[in-house]
């Protein structure tokens, strides 16, 4: 079981960057796949990026492919997510998720999860 906790949110303007955070307890850290989703107001969630177990290999949402970078330091259980370029359409609250299988872009395929931190872009 790992325990999923992220930081790193706040209020920017368009064009600003921001490093969201994952810190995940536990001492098997490598052996989860770990992705990032967001939840726009009144809209389902998404998701946003996702990187394996050895942080190799990476895969991203169309709309954020250029600008977010997902990466991991398994000698430190984190997850970071560096947001550049930020655009109104990237408020939401953003998730962690994390688990032992294979990963994807679904919500479903993830067993745990963070409780979330907001993430508005605005002027």
């Known amino acids: 079981q790992v325990v999923l906790v992220e930081s790193g949110g706040g209020l920017v303007q368009p064009g600003d960057s921001l490093r969201l955070s994952c810190a995940a307890s536990?001492?098997?850290?490598?052996?989860?796949?770990v992705a990032w989703f967001r939840q726009a107001p009144g809209k389902e969630r998404e998701f946003v990026a996702v990187v394996t177990r050895s942080g190799g290999i990476t895969m991203y949402a169309d709309s954020v492919k250029g600008r977010f970078t997902i990466s991991r330091d398994n000698a430190k259980n984190l997850v970071y997510l560096q947001m550049d370029s930020l655009k109104p359409e990237d408020t939401g609250v953003y998730y962690c998720?994390?688990?032992?299988?294979?990963?994807?872009?679904?919500?479903?395929?993830?067993?745990?999860w963070g409780q979330g931190t907001p993430v508005t872009v605005s002027s």
């Open positions: 536990g001492r098997t850290f490598s052996e989860y796949v």
């Open positions: 998720a994390a688990d032992r299988g294979y990963g994807g872009r679904s919500s479903l395929q993830y067993a745990y």
